[in-house]
């Protein structure tokens, strides 16, 4: 028998005690779950919204431009669709255009922080996201 199947059939151990000792671990267990469910799909959203932005930019690029509008037009993706984003994380982001084998591409970076679970505790400091996009014109 277990350390853990010794201590639920011990008969001198009242049902609260048990409880006491086993509840928070449970429901530590099923919230960080959760929080972790939030984190992936934070993350997911994320990206999606750095690649549309990466492509939607990217239709601007042409090689007479001075890459401002390629900017601007990612830049206005990614406002729009952090508006529409309920309890959207914090974020930055970044576009700069970059030489991908000799051609013009346009990256996107955005840069998100969500707090955590008790307060930011666990992880310390929140969860820091991250999605990064290249896209070149056709």
């Known amino acids: 028998m277990t350390g853990i199947e010794r201590f639920l059939r011990a008969s001198s151990w009242s049902i609260?005690?048990?409880?006491?000792?086993?509840?928070?671990?449970?429901?530590?267990?099923?919230?960080?779950?959760?929080?972790?469910?939030?984190?992936?799909?934070?993350?997911?959203?994320?990206?999606?919204?750095?690649?549309?932005?990466?492509?939607?930019?990217?239709?601007?690029?042409?090689?007479?431009?001075?890459?401002?509008?390629?900017?601007m037009r990612a830049a206005a993706f990614v406002t729009a669709e952090m508006l529409q984003w309920p309890d959207a994380p914090a974020y930055e982001a970044k576009y700069e255009i970059v030489d991908r084998a000799g051609r013009r591409a346009l990256r996107v970076v955005l840069r998100g922080h969500r707090p955590s679970f008790l307060a930011n505790m666990l992880p310390p400091g929140g969860w820091h996201l991250v999605g990064d996009a290249n896209a070149t014109s056709a």
């Open 16 to 71: 609260a005690l048990k409880f006491a000792f086993l509840g928070p671990a449970v429901f530590l267990l099923a919230v960080g779950g959760i929080d972790l469910m939030a984190v992936n799909r934070s993350q997911d959203r994320l990206q999606t919204i750095a690649d549309g932005a990466a492509v939607a930019g990217a239709e601007a690029l042409d090689p007479a431009s001075d890459a401002a509008a390629a900017r």
